[in-house]
């Protein structure tokens, strides 16, 4: 693998020990287009880990699209992550970058259980001098989202009053009204 993620398709399926008809299957299929395949190279477009991987951050995001969105940006979550978000923004991990989606109804760039969705000031982003690119896939990338880009908390599978609660214990911003 590169510092941008792409291996050899021939190296994939030795190791896979996939034939290049479920290759293909397991490229188109992907429900969040994960996996994007160019000639004789593949890749996962985003989520790439930092663990004993050769990526890079830089090689990622030379690979991406920059963009420099002016509506609100959404990252969801747990309500279990509201007290770290509360203490160190949202950090990817062990990961390369924090996904995040465009609009609130976005399939990509959120997890599969979600409590509540973080809005995201992209303007606060730049501020803070961080890069924000669009992969192929569509998902919205930040290397890491810090406090003061934080719009607000919204409810989305768990009830106002627990929220409120967790958004004050972690000194987030709940959103107001009923979103």
């Not at 299929?29 to 000639?39: A, F, I, P, S």
Request: glycine fraction near 10%; include cysteine; proline fraction near 4%.
């Amino acid at each position: 693998m590169d510092a941008a993620g792409w291996a050899s398709v021939d190296d994939v399926l030795r190791v896979a020990e996939m034939t290049p008809d479920e290759l293909n299957v397991a490229v188109a299929t992907n429900d969040k287009g994960r996996l994007q395949l160019e000639g004789l190279r593949i890749r996962c477009c985003q989520g790439h880990s930092m663990d004993n991987m050769p990526v890079t951050r830089l090689a990622l995001e030379a690979s991406w699209e920059a963009i420099a969105p002016f509506a609100s940006l959404w990252h969801g979550t747990s309500l279990d992550a509201l007290p770290g978000i509360g203490r160190l923004g949202i950090t990817s991990s062990h990961r390369t970058h924090v996904h995040l989606a465009e609009s609130v109804d976005s399939k990509v760039g959120k997890r599969a259980h979600v409590d509540v969705l973080i809005e995201i000031g992209p303007e606060a982003l730049r501020r803070a001098g961080l890069g924000v690119f669009r992969a192929q896939n569509g998902v919205v990338l930040v290397e890491r989202v810090p406090l003061e880009s934080i719009v607000a908390v919204h409810p989305v599978g768990t009830d106002r009053r627990s929220l409120g609660t967790a958004c004050r214990a972690a000194s987030l911003p709940l959103a107001t009204g009923g979103g």
